[in-house]
């Protein structure tokens, strides 16, 4: 599966993560058919439409991403936050009540 069909997948998946939820890189991957979450990453991090709710993805322990999108962590949560996703600590989201 080359790179561009890859990221263009995962960008539908991401599409679909609805407003108040969340998914996981190793979520996304495994919905793929690949062990490779940083890939998923990889795809995202590369995003340009704003229109793909990148923000509602985070790594297996909840957490925001450290560097989302050169904008920081807080962004991330700010937009979570905004959607109603619950948060257990300042950056891992409570993913028992949040995972999509």
Request: with cysteine.
């Amino acid at each position: 599966m080359g790179s561009t069909n890859f990221f263009d997948k995962v960008y539908e998946i991401v599409k679909k993560i609805p407003k108040g939820k969340v998914m996981t890189y190793g979520q996304i991957a495994e919905i793929l058919g690949t062990q490779d979450a940083r890939r998923v990453g990889w795809a995202l991090h590369g995003n340009t439409d704003p229109k793909i709710p990148c923000h509602r993805v985070v790594n297996k322990e909840g957490s925001v991403a450290k560097n989302y999108a050169f904008e920081g962590w807080e962004e991330q949560k700010r937009k979570l936050l905004a959607e109603g996703v619950k948060f257990k600590n300042e950056k891992c989201v409570d993913l028992e009540k949040c995972r999509w």
